[in-house]
């Protein structure tokens, strides 16, 4: 997983705006079969999150292969999560 500097800024925004401090990466089931999710989270006592260009990140066991794909930057001035290994097959 990547994460840009320009997304770093905007997260670390977000995180304040909504009493977060860190990202959560896990699977879940879609209409292609597992998929990664990222959500907002807060850490928790004895969470040991790994750390991308400065924002904690915690990530299940079953997403670290997808996530390496993966990337977050900023489009058109929003958040958007590029995945190289994205299925198109939902239409």
């Known amino acids: 997983m990547k994460i840009t500097d320009?997304?770093?800024v905007m997260l670390e925004e977000i995180f304040k705006d909504n009493?977060?401090?860190c990202l959560l990466v896990s699977i879940q089931e879609s209409c292609c079969g597992p998929a990664l999710e990222v959500d907002l989270a807060e850490l928790e006592e004895g969470e040991e999150?790994?750390?991308i260009n400065g924002i904690s990140v915690l990530m299940e066991e079953d997403a670290k292969?997808?996530?390496e794909k993966l990337t977050i930057i900023v489009e058109e001035g929003e958040l958007a999560v590029?995945?190289?290994e994205a299925s198109r097959c939902c239409g």
């Open 6 to 8: 320009e997304a770093k």
């Open 19 to 21: 009493k977060a401090n």
């Open 49 to 51: 999150p790994i750390t």
């Open 65 to 67: 292969e997808k996530a």
């Open 82 to 84: 590029v995945d190289e």
